[in-house]
């Protein structure tokens, strides 16, 4: 398995990956810097902070509260402590359905749990119904984007892809390649028994499960098959409809400069007579691995809206992509996350080799998370706990030694001075 510096490196010298990347990411930038301006940003993101943490710090009082409100509408409300669980909860709930095929909306707490590979593993088939997740699952490939699962190809590779994969003809024109999309996923609308989304947010006190998108795909997906799984991490929890107006103020402005999405679907329990019609909706709640995160000192990392918006602004990922962290979530975000769910020890190069410590991230964070001082923060931990390189730490101890002391500073100048020389002819 390659390290991060290694992707990055192969991801910089991909001349299709460096246009995709600066005209999406450029694109997405330019679009929040036009929209923000539309609200107060300083005071939304300072009270949506305080809303998450008021969730983080009561957050079991907060799911009852869901599960309560929503059971009284008609859901079925599950609880998964990890992965294993959530995904044997989703499979039974197929099961008990008679379901073989499974229309997706976007979800990436659905990608962290593996859940495609698990269901196709046990026959079912999976059709992920986003344009970004219908690219990527055709490429066979994962999203490397949290809101732009197929950033990283262009309207020529998809076009590429689908005369490959679908037989339809060459075209790169983004219009007709949606249509071919939609065309090829009708049909499987129509006949799937079970639709899965994520949720963008949880509003523990009506029990509903709210939907963010710009693609339809998200109401045939929950409307079509007649039973709709919604995976939620436990943050995804919201106390109010009152408070969820500053969220869907924050979140379109701040991932696709939009001052509301195209579809904000609002899901409340199930009707009597969608019930006794055989109809059902189960959300499933995932904690797989927060509840350390909560107990820890980087607790605020999960008022995290997914917005994307650090990831935008962060000139590594804009040269490294995705696919080099190596990670459900890339970018900063991902910096911090993935250290935490998977451990340290194990992804210990990420807070090092992905971050240039620029604050890019923090300064663009939509419900301010202290971003790069967390990724400095695991830097420490990682130095304190010796799971740095072992090379790099004789540098910077090398480094470290020279540089504060102005004597030893001066002297090294003079061998510094010479190997440079050196370089510079051997480079003529
Ligand atoms: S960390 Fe902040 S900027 Fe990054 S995705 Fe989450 S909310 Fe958005």
Redesign the pocket.
Known sequence: MNSFSDNAIAAAKDENLQKALYNATERFRQARADTLGSIDFESYRRSASAVKSDVIAHLSYYLDKFKENAEKSGAKVHYAQDAEEARRIALKIIRENNGSLVVKGKSMITEEIGLNEALEKEGVEVTETDLGEFIIQLAGEKPSH?IAPAIHKTKEEVGKLFADKLKTGYTSDPAKLTKIARETLREKFLKADIGITGANFAVADTGTIVIVTNEGNGRMVTTVPKVHIAFASVEKIIPSIKDLSLFLRLLPR?ATGQKISSYVSFLTGISKEEKESGRSRHIIFIDNGRDAVISGRFRE?L?????????NVCPVYGFAGGYSYRATYP???GIVLTSLLEGLPNRAELPFAACTLCYA?QE????G?K?ADMIRELRNEAVNRKLTDKKLSVMMKIYGTLFSSPKLYRLSKVPAGLMIKKGYKKDE
């Open positions: 949290i701040a990392i008022h995290c809206i997914r917005c994307g918006a650090c990831i970018g900063p975000i991230c663009a964070c939509s419900v998370i971003l």
